[in-house]
């Protein structure tokens, strides 16, 4: 089974930032997808960023020229930069990855989530 382990989230002023990094328990090369999701307090889990094996990343609009997402593969980490933190960048951020599962419905993982607070 694939864990996800991520680490990095904390309290921060509006303004700062953090660095968020997903640790996976086998290569992530075998994922042809991996990113971050968030859900704010109250709300529905939405999308940040993901990146692809071959390295493309996405953003959403919400965090674009604010968050990069990158990963290393030695390592087997995928990890999230965020600058500018804004009041509404606050939620429990959570790693997500896909990987084929021989089937037309691809194999989704989720780790257990890391809380980023963005307070003054």
């Known amino acids: 089974q694939v864990q996800l382990v991520e680490s990095g989230g904390g309290l921060v002023q509006p303004g700062g930032s953090l660095r968020l990094s997903c640790a996976a328990s086998?290569?992530?090369?075998?994922?042809?997808?991996m990113g971050w999701y968030r859900q704010p307090p109250g709300k529905q889990r939405e999308l940040v960023a993901v990146?692809?094996?071959?390295?493309?990343?996405n953003y959403a609009d919400s965090v674009k020229g604010r968050f990069t997402i990158s990963r290393d593969n030695a390592k087997n980490t995928v990890n999230l930069q965020m600058n500018s933190l804004e009041p509404e960048d606050t939620a429990v951020y959570y790693c997500?990855?896909?990987?084929?599962?021989?089937?037309?419905?691809?194999?989704?993982?989720w780790g257990q989530g890391t809380q980023v607070t963005v307070s003054s």
């Open positions: 990146i692809t094996s071959g390295g493309s990343p």
């Open positions: 997500n990855s896909k990987k084929a599962s021989g089937t037309t419905v691809p194999s989704i993982y």
């Open positions: 086998e290569s992530i090369l075998n994922f042809y997808v």
